[in-house]
């Protein structure tokens, strides 16, 4: 599972008191990572336009 914003700087851990650089490693795999849709019910279409978007990108 990808979280665009790392679980300890998320509000609902904000009581904790962690601050961005305390978990350096996280906060890098959140802003580095791509989270690919993948679902049983995908049709052709969309696996097709996940394959092409992601040749693309290169």
């Known amino acids: 599972m990808h979280y ?3 679980c300890h700087l998320q509000k609902a ?3 904790l008191g962690y601050r961005r650089g305390d978990c350096p490693n996280a906060e890098y795999l959140a802003s580095h990572c791509v989270t ?3 679902f049983p019910e ?3 279409e ?3 336009r996940v394959i092409r978007l ?3 990108y290169v």
């Open 42 to 44: 995908m049709t052709e």
């Open 54 to 56: 992601c040749n693309e």
């Open 13 to 15: 851990y904000a009581h």
């Open 4 to 6: 665009p914003v790392p």
């Open 46 to 48: 969309e696996i097709g």
């Open 36 to 38: 690919l849709p993948l």
